[in-house]
């Protein structure tokens, strides 16, 4: 029996989702699942659209076994901290492989790209150097990988897979890599087909538009109550304009 990690936020759980699932019982087919979700608050540092305990429940009944939750400092943070929580709740519950989505569906050359992050001291400076420049930091370490190693990295799941495969490399954990193809497109904001993101998803609910063909169909009768992030703005601004020291808040 081989245990499997997913490192997930199902914000909200999609065809996307379920087809990764399959996929792995697939190809191992008495493997316990055990996924590694955000609470409330997402990556983005976004409130979920449905809460923790509804994600977790949706989970559960698609071929999930366990859930554990990422604590909140770690699942609001960077690429590099979300990955390193995930990842070492893993390895403490002795997963032996985490399974992640990938644009490219390459995992040498993801391995390839965290070793040059780790050990080649001309990383840290190029990022700094691209990053003076004006890009942000994901860009800044785009630009950095390939000039080093003439690979291109860009998108989203990609980079955080990286963050992945350096957290085992950094701390010598033996939990293996493994990736899945992402099949649909990580940016737009439309509904695409069967397989759709979940950032399109999310705007497809803001616009109260039907979204059968995108999700299970019995997690349908779930998006009765949605949380965005507007509807907490007033709440927000109050903070901003009442708070005298804004940086006792995480990352601010």
Known sequence: MTSIGIICEYNPFHN??????????????????????????????ECAILNKWIRTEIALNHGIDLVIELPYPLATQSADFFAYGGIT????????????????????SLQTIAQVQIENDEFDKLVKVYSKLGKN???????????????KIDTPNDLLGVSYIKTILKNHYHIQPEAIQRTNE???????NSISSASSIREALKRKESIKNQVPED????????????DYFPLLKYKILSEEDLTIYQTV
């Open 16 to 45: 996307g989702h379920l087809y990764q699932i399959q996929t792995i019982k697939e190809k191992y087919p008495d493997s316990i699942l055990i996924a590694v979700m955000t609470g409330n608050f997402t990556e983005r540092g």
């Open 219 to 230: 997690t349908l009768s779930y998006y009765q109550t949605l949380h965005f992030m507007e």
């Open 137 to 151: 930091y994901p860009t800044a370490i785009s630009c950095a990988v390939e000039d080093l190693t003439g690979k």
């Open 186 to 192: 990580y940016h737009t904001k439309e509904l695409e």
């Open 89 to 108: 709740i893993l390895e403490k519950l002795g997963v032996e492989k985490v399974i992640f989505g990938s644009e490219s569906n390459n995992i040498e």
